[in-house]
């Protein structure tokens, strides 16, 4: 018996619900009573201001959260009716079915583009027909497999900024994820690069539940269907303030702090 | 919950009108449950069980150590087999992983306990008043009472005179080294850092046999204190420097330009502001210098040569050192002698332990902030005077040193 | 400056016997300086030298590596400066102390082993035994100096691994990877030349190493390959021994052979520095 038995699910998209989460770093509540459902094969933006947990509450959907020290958390997350947290998967698997793409773009630098893809697989020792055929249509998910397919024996580092951000998300792609979460991909990214990740986003969006927390509201406007507002007063733990549609809440939130913000008029 | 998620819900209360909700109890979600433990304990158990069986009932093997070391073998591969049977390979190789590596750490924990508290115990309760007043020079192994005739107390004084020289010489030179290396730089820094280096991996008895050979074999000097004092010097100087070196590196930069935009000299700044600044560290670095010539032993047969009476002069003449004393106990097994040997390594080792202690304590950094401010403070007020002294001058060096700094 | 001065002082004290004995310094053993046969040489000692080296290595290496992952990677944050302190600690007690310790208390624990394997597995060579006892050996000496350069190794991997850049092992947990496969994947590949260089080190410090040598083995000019019996000879422990015992020429003979210990560790340790300062881990790590 392997684990991935013990989640007996088809591969594929996965909607995942979050209920009452709270988290806490070293005794302070950061995030309280959190619940925000990311239905399968759309995009949701996490939007708010800086230190408002959005960050926290990304890294808490695929168990990235509990590696800092000290942090502790509450409530459950459910893929697709698995609570990841309840004990039947580990913290490893939840992650291979959960990806993650950071803010700044960390491929492997002393592997070749190739292995970068690979990398997921090889940790996991989870063996592969034809790791050509995987890796071409990783890279090409998330549109680098043009400007990489003559140069994969290269070094991760030796890409551009963008590529390489390009590149760890074909590299979470590799493993095939259900949910893919992005924390502020292109916040360390040219124009062009943004421009181009946001396309990779649209494109994978059918295969693979995508979370992204993102400063920029045009970004969240362009990419995502549905749209959390995160906020946190002064000393409060944060909370979602409002989640809806993205056109909802960008022309016609309910609350006028989510109004204030998505017009850029304070955070 | 299969295919659809429920619509996206609003979890706060709305405009600041607090309800009052439930929030869990904080965990921190672990892999590692209950039916872990009990692989773990049951996996410790059988394979006790099985090795108690192979090892003392049918081989007829004996000592603890190899029972323990044959214990530990099947007991991880037990483990691994039996994780890898009920979770996954994966899992199985991380969880023996773990284990390995806690128990390298245990190891080293254990065996420095260990050391320290044999030494302890073997030898505190052997200690006598007369080891400290007393030398070898009364030793006559026939004497029930020799015990209370007899001490080290010329080693302890050869210790402290070798060691206190030798830090003498050793500190201010590796002080002056590290700001060369830190603060000034230039072409000859590559030059020196590699030369600290490869110093700082000289065998001690090299040390020892060097200062022989210009020293004695050339009858410049015969034996005496102070020659050990020079080989320990070679020995410290390297791992002062360095660490004296690295403390002095994360002095911040804005802290010496600060005080450079002050108007202080390039000297003034490293004076005043970067040596206080990294003070604590470098009292750090000279106390653990200081704690590892306290037990050196291989150099000291060349230089001190070591000898039964009292010398206090370290400039003429053979002198004893505790390393030394303790090394011809153990080498020339007397049984009147045993007891004194293993409070002579008591007190060297609490020599050592005390200086420790010492350096961890003063390094401490306090409240850095406060005492980088006050720094300021009081340079700003000295280089006002010093302002009107030299003004032209001290603007310019502190303009290209600023260039310098910045690339 | 002092370098240079220590190679230039031990050659030219040295000569002398290198006169006498030629390159057969290298070729034979033995210390026999006085009298009108003059047979002294350090072959066996270099030997005996790197094997002890080697044993001392194969029985640090592993423990060390697991002590530097342990303290960067598996240590609670609390626990982990009392961890630190105590492995410098390690580094800071006397030799002639582990000398003492491995000669009452280890010796006795570690015999029984010996000759465990000296009775079953002989048929490895290196395991046979011909002389009557096992302790005093090369094996119990490396052993001992094997638990001494834990500490030098340890402290430099854990400065090595704690550099590991945090981007990268939060990739590869992200992707899955159990805290061992990132720590293969991630960690050791990126301190692989600190950790070279730490090795190299404590290879440094294990050939030098005298007391504890001095105190375990009992000297015996022979190469044998049957490291659990007893004797042996290092050239650290030549020097020490004989030191003042082999008139003028013996005097001039130990200088050699300190020199010759001087150059090998030299270039240990200057090739270690050149293995660090050239590995991705390097540029911040100061050996």
Redesign the interface.
């Given at each position: 018996m392997t684990s991935d038995d013990s989640l007996s699910l088809t591969r594929g998209a996965a909607g995942l619900v979050a209920t009452d989460v709270c988290a806490w770093f070293g005794g302070r509540l950061v995030l309280e009573n959190v619940s925000l459902g990311m239905p399968r094969s759309t995009v949701t933006a996490l939007i708010g201001p800086s230190g408002c947990g959005k960050s926290t509450f990304l890294r808490i959907l695929n168990r990235m959260h509990e590696l800092v020290p000290g942090a502790q958390l509450a409530g459950s997350v459910e893929l697709d009716g698995t609570d990841i947290y309840a004990g039947r998967l580990r913290a490893t698997d939840t992650r291979r079915h959960i990806g993650m793409v950071f803010q700044k773009p960390n491929p492997f630098p002393a592997m070749s583009i190739y292995d970068n893809v690979l990398a997921g697989l090889k940790f996991s020792r989870i063996p592969v027909a034809d790791r050509d055929a995987l890796v071409e249509m990783s890279l090409s998910k998330a549109g680098l497999w043009n400007e990489a397919k003559n140069r994969l024996r290269e070094l991760g580092g030796a890409l551009s900024g963008g590529q390489q951000q390009r590149l760890c998300i074909a590299r979470a792609l590799a493993v095939g994820p259900r949910v893919l979460l992005m924390d502020e991909p292109c916040s360390a990214l040219d124009p062009t690069s943004t421009a181009r990740i946001e396309q990779t986003i649209a494109e994978i969006a059918d295969d693979v539940t995508v979370v992204i927390v993102t400063h920029n509201m045009q970004q969240a406007q362009r990419v995502s269907d549905t749209c959390a507002f995160f906020l946190a007063a002064e000393n409060e733990p944060g909370r979602i303030i409002e989640a809806g549609p993205t056109d909802v809440i960008f022309s016609n939130p309910n609350d006028a702090r989510t109004m204030d913000y998505v017009h850029g008029r304070f955070g | 919950m299969t295919t659809l998620a429920p619509p996206p819900t609003t979890s706060a209360p709305v405009n600041g009108s607090p309800m009052p909700r439930r929030i869990g109890t904080p965990l921190r979600p672990r892999d590692f449950g209950l039916a872990d433990v009990g692989i773990l304990v049951a996996s410790l158990f059988s394979s006790f069980l099985l090795v108690w069986v192979v090892f003392y009932q049918l081989t007829l093997l004996s000592g603890g150590f190899g029972f323990l070391v044959c214990w530990y073998g099947s007991f991880l591969t037990l483990y691994w087999t039996v994780t890898s049977q009920i979770i996954d390979r994966r899992v199985a190789t991380d969880r023996v992983f773990s284990t390995l590596v806690i128990t390298g750490a245990s190891l080293v924990v254990g065996i420095v306990a260990f050391i320290v508290g044999w030494v302890t115990w073997k030898g505190a309760t052997h200690v006598r008043a007369n080891f400290f007043t007393k030398d070898m020079s009364h030793f006559s192994p026939a004497d029930p009472h020799v015990l209370n005739k007899i001490g080290v107390a010329h080693a302890i004084v050869g210790t402290v005179e070798q060691v206190g020289i030798a830090a003498a010489i050793a500190i201010p030179v590796a002080v002056v080294t590290a700001v060369f290396l830190n603060e000034v730089g230039g072409r000859g820094t590559r030059l020196v850092r590699t030369v600290v280096t490869a110093m700082s991996g000289l065998p001690s008895i090299v040390a020892g046999v060097f200062i022989y050979s210009i020293l004695v074999e050339t009858s410049l000097s015969h034996y005496a204190g102070f020659l050990a004092s020079l080989a320990l010097f070679i020995l410290i100087l390297p791992s002062v420097t360095r660490t004296t070196e690295e403390v002095l590196r994360i002095v911040p930069g804005g802290l010496r330009e600060a005080s450079l935009a002050l108007g202080a000299s390039e000297f003034r700044t490293v004076w005043s502001v970067v040596l206080p600044t990294a003070r604590s560290g470098m009292i750090t670095a000279s106390l653990l210098g200081i704690a590892i010539a306290v037990g050196e032993t291989a150099p000291l047969f060349f230089t001190a040569f070591g000898n039964n009476n009292m010398n206090p002069n370290p400039l003429h003449g053979a002198q004893q050192a505790l390393p030394l004393v303790l090394l011809d106990f153990v080498r020339t097994p007397q049984g009147a002698l045993v007891n004194l040997a293993y409070a002579t390594a008591f007190i060297l080792l609490s020599l050592v332990l005390i200086l420790f202690v010492l350096a961890r304590v003063l390094g401490r950094p306090r409240t850095k902030k406060a005492v980088w401010r006050a720094r300021l403070r009081s340079l700003t007020q000295r280089s006002k005077t010093s302002e009107i002294d030299l003004p032209k001058n001290v603007l310019m060096m502190s303009a290209t040193s600023i260039q310098k700094e910045s690339p | 400056?002092?370098?240079f001065?220590?190679g230039l002082?031990?050659l030219?004290?040295g000569f002398p016997a290198f006169h006498v004995a030629g390159w057969s310094f290298f070729t034979s053993s033995g210390f026999q300086t006085v009298g009108k046969t003059k047979h002294f040489g350090v072959e066996a000692s270099l030997y005996g030298t790197v094997v002890v080296a080697v044993i001392a290595l194969a029985v640090g290496t592993?423990?060390?590596?697991?002590?530097a992952?342990?303290?960067s990677?598996?240590?609670?944050?609390g626990l982990r400066p009392y961890?630190i302190?105590?492995?410098?600690?390690?580094?800071?007690?006397?030799?002639?102390?582990?000398?003492?310790?491995a000669?009452f208390?280890l010796q006795p624990?570690?015999v029984?082993?010996s000759g465990?394997l000296a009775r079953h597995v002989a048929w490895i060579p290196i395991f046979k035994v011909t002389t009557p006892k096992v302790n005093a050996s090369l094996f119990i000496a490396g052993l001992v100096v094997g638990?001494m350069i834990?500490?030098i190794v340890?402290s430099i991997s854990r400065e090595v691994f704690s550099l590991t850049?945090p981007?990268?092992k939060?990739?590869?947990?992200?992707?899955?990877?159990?805290?061992?496969?990132?720590?293969r994947?991630?960690v050791l590949?990126?301190g692989r030349g600190g950790m070279i260089s730490a090795v190299m080190?404590g290879m440094?410090?294990a050939?030098?190493?005298?007391?504890a040598v001095?105190?375990i083995l009992s000297e015996t000019f022979q190469i044998s390959p049957h490291i659990l019996q007893s004797g042996g000879s290092t050239v650290?422990q030549l020097?020490?021994i004989h030191?003042g015992t082999g008139g003028p020429l013996g005097?001039h003979a130990?200088?050699l052979a300190?020199l010759v210990?001087?150059a090998v560790?030299?270039a240990?340790?200057?090739a270690?520095?050149a293995i660090v300062s050239r590995s991705?881990s390097g540029a911040g790590v100061?050996?």
């Open positions: - | - | 400056m002092i370098l001065l220590i002082f031990l030219i004290q592993p423990v060390a590596l697991l002590t992952l342990f303290l990677e598996y240590a609670p944050k961890l302190a105590c492995v410098d600690l390690a580094a800071a007690i006397p030799s002639v102390i582990y000398g003492l310790w000669i208390e624990n570690v029984g082993i465990w638990i834990v500490p340890a850049p981007g990268e939060e990739g590869a947990l992200a992707l899955g990877a159990t805290k061992a496969a990132m720590i994947r991630v590949p990126f080190l440094g410090r050939l030098g190493e005298t007391i001095v105190i650290a020097i020490a030191f005097t130990l200088l300190g210990l001087f560790t030299l240990i340790n200057l270690a520095s991705r100061d050996l």
